[in-house]
């Protein structure tokens, strides 16, 4: 039977959502395989957006159909009937999970008492432990704790078992709450209220008011909105009234405001809103509407038919909830569970048992909880990249890392803006401008000087974004750099060569790819740097690469590549990897390596007892150095491909500080762990010295 854990709650607008998406998210980093089931949803056509929520999420393959128990409808039919199909379908599920998430009902449908019991009954039937939800909003610790007895007492009667208590929205001290929860006998966590939460999207807003999107891009739509402004007073006015997310409400015969918000919106000088509300059901004219359209505005415009009273109404009674389509509250209530609930802590209480099998979705939580640990700062030279900016908005939401992204600060603002996004936590810097210029430049011909480059070359060259973010790196105003989303390899990293140089005792850079594949982490060293390298070049890749795999947690067993394993072959790619290996051994007596070894008899034991039995490599590598580009490069997408594993990296490796080079196709995701991993890299180098 997997594990599993069951939410619930004893009364609705508990943010019974943000904890479960929070424990489903703590619950990947332990299980190889998770799972989700939703015991009751209501029926009709509109799916469970909770269940859609939780079935989205990276680490459930199960469809949402397969993760439904019965409807309301079934329950009220037949309660008996309806637990009976309910355990069935649950053991269906958790036959094919390591672990699952079990979320209670939303209290939509039956009496708020009858529906805790049934919910308590349902996870006694199931074997299942709770974690209680409080609603903490506007409660005393004494209110919360008279609930939790309360919620503990009726478990007891339908002999189900109480494991841990979250309370939600807590507008207190967090410490009193948990506090007085911590006498109910189990573990108590409290998370506070945040606002962002419970804020309606500018897409949950439009059915509200029929409305319809005049211009504006879509995607938008998924922004929160933090409050109304009804523009019924002159320009001036509405301008001293804006906020951060707010939305304009405005008659659609009010072109001047239309335009002046748009204005707004577009400058540094004033917050950015979520949406234009035009009422009345006027139109714009014509004019105005083909001016708009020739500004390329992206921030959303949309009209209705109501009244300005009618529709600021209809707007104010529509409450956010935390959905699929929410990709900013989906990092808010992640950020929020991680900050203040001890994961550890609550997976033990729950018996979650530690998978032995690495997956691609572990990995990453590994290197995203490292950077998060230590938070570094890292320069992104692409600063102006939608990319960029995206996977900029996740990493300062989620405390990866502090940034400083270059380019022009105002049209960083304004791509900003176009794209939903908050880099406002960043710094801008403007390598053509800014004052820092100078002091990089003196600094840049001092280190140059031999190769000839005065002053005058030394401020062209740091107006250069690259040469700006590595001499920023050099001089210690940054911990790491990242860039390549619109650079060549070349451009990224010749800086890096020229400058920031190798480690001590290493004569060459090189790189590794992290191939995260169904249950291992591998490393494979080198397939994006060195075309053809030497006996001692090859040395230097398997010690770099042997303690790249230390600093991100794998165990180095190093596997020298080459077209024969053992003394079965002979020639001088052969001689090289055999003059590689010898030295390995000889600078480093404590690392596992073998070679020349066969990829075959490196990464399967039963090949490896035919052709070499004893090895301590054979069959078990988890580090691949391969003789050259050509095999390295080709065998990393091989496997990429056929064996769909997903490759992490190029990451550089051998210099004195970090600088990492993205694929120009690299995906927000990809920019995004990148980014951790350039973070980590400092923190091991920082440890070294």
Known sequence: MANSVYVASVEGATG???????????????????????????????????????????????????????????????????LGVIVQRFHEVAERADAVLVVGSDYTDVGTPTEFSFNAKIAANLGTPVLLVLNGFRRGPGDLRAIAELAAGELRVHHGTLAAVVANRVTGELSEAVGALAGVGVPAFALPEEPVLSQPTVADLMPAVAGRLLSGEPALLSREVTGLVVAGMTMPNVLDRLSDGAAVVTAGDRPEVVLGVLMAHASLNFPQISAVFLNGGFELPAQVQRLIDGLGATLPIIDTGLDTQATSAALTAVRGRLAKGSPRKIEAALTLFERNVDSTALLDQLEVVRSSAVTPLMFEHQLIDEAVAHRKHIVLPEGEEERILRAADTLLRRGVADLTLLGNPVAIGAKAAALGVDVTAARLIDPEHDPLGAELAVELQRLRAHRGVDLERARELVRDVSYFGTMMVQLGLADGMVSGAVHTTAHTIRPALEVVKTVPGVSVVSSVFFMCLQNQVLVYGDCAVNPDPTAEQLADIALSSAATAVAFGIEPRVAMLSYSTGTSGSGEEVEKVLKATSIVRDRAPELLVEGPIQYDAAIDAAVARTKLPGSPVAGR?????????????????????????????????????????????????????????????????????
């Open 621 to 689: 590598a988890t580090v691949f150095v391969f003789p050259d580009l050509n095999t390295g490069n080709n065998t990393y997408k091989a496997v990429q491909r056929s064996a769909n594993a997903v490759a992490v990296g190029p990451v550089l490796q051998g210099l004195r500080k970090p600088v990492n080079d993205l694929s120009r196709g690299a995906t927000v995701r990809d920019i995004v762990n990148t980014v951790a991993i350039t973070a980590v890299q400092a923190e091991q180098g920082a440890r070294s010295e």
């Open 16 to 82: 019974k959502s943000t904890v479960a998406l929070g424990v489903l998210q703590q619950l990947s980093r332990r299980a190889e395989r998770v799972a989700v089931f939703r015991p009751i949803v209501r029926p009709g056509a509109e799916r469970d957006y909770v269940l859609e929520l939780l079935t989205a999420h990276d680490a459930v393959e199960l469809t949402y159909e397969e993760c439904v128990g019965v409807s309301y409808e079934q329950v009220h039919a037949d309660p008996e009937a309806a």
